[in-house]
């Protein structure tokens, strides 16, 4: 990302970055397969069969979230959820990859693959990825209307709301553009995405242009 950012990029959780409602989709407790880092809740099926289910990201939001670290814009999570506890839990133990590029699959990448670090064998997700919460500067993860978390991000940051871009999969949040907040509707079903990331990127820029140097600047 080589154009003009803002300072601060704001995502909802449920179905913008991962494609369910944490509070009623994800069945406590998580558990994390040590030999590939793939986290799964602890679903048992509607007939006591276990079916226990993958908790990740829509497939482009960790290049998303990776690319806003390495561009060091501001990365904040907003969301409404009353399941505060095991929302910050997803995001500790879900894992992004470290590098650059491609993202690749936990489960391709790691194929239970052993490495040597300090004289311990680890599995090489621990030492290829990090844990999602890292990627994010601030957590706002409460019941509230959401310029109550903005209001705080802004307390917070010092950053003007003319700063920051929030993508939301609900348009009753659409709210926080009377504080000045870019707000970006996630169409149902489609979760973030490299595409309507740009989209976003390319609405804030257009409702805050650049100046124009004046002939004493040049």
């Not at 690319?67 to 506890?85: F, H, N, Q, Y």
């Not at 929302?87 to 052993?114: M, W």
Request: charged residues 25%.
């Amino acid at each position: 990302m080589t154009a003009r950012l803002p300072k601060l990029v704001a995502f909802d959780l449920d179905y913008t970055l991962w494609d369910f409602w944490v509070d009623t989709h994800v069945d406590p407790p998580l558990h994390q397969d040590p030999k590939t880092g793939i986290v799964y809740d602890s679903f048992t099926g509607y007939y006591g069969k276990e079916s226990s289910r993958t908790v990740e990201f829509y497939r482009d939001v960790p290049g998303i979230l990776r690319d806003l670290r390495d561009s060091g814009v501001t990365v904040a999570a907003c969301s409404r959820t009353a399941a505060i506890k095991l929302a910050k839990e997803v995001l500790n133990l879900v894992r992004i990859p470290n590098g650059t590029g491609t993202d690749i699959c936990l489960a391709d990448s790691s194929n239970g693959t052993q490495t040597v670090t300090n004289g311990d064998v680890s599995p090489s997700w621990t030492s290829t990825t990090s844990p999602a919460v890292k990627f994010f500067d601030q957590l706002e993860i409460y019941p509230t209307d959401k310029t109550v978390h903005f209001k705080e991000l802004h307390k917070k940051t010092g950053l003007p709301y003319s700063e920051m871009l929030f993508f939301d999969d609900e348009r009753r949040n659409r709210n926080v553009e009377k504080l000045g907040v870019t707000f970006i509707i996630v169409p149902e079903g489609r979760g973030m995405d490299k595409k309507l990331f740009e989209q976003g990127l390319q609405e804030w820029r257009k409702r805050h242009p650049e100046p124009i140097p004046s002939s004493s600047d040049v």
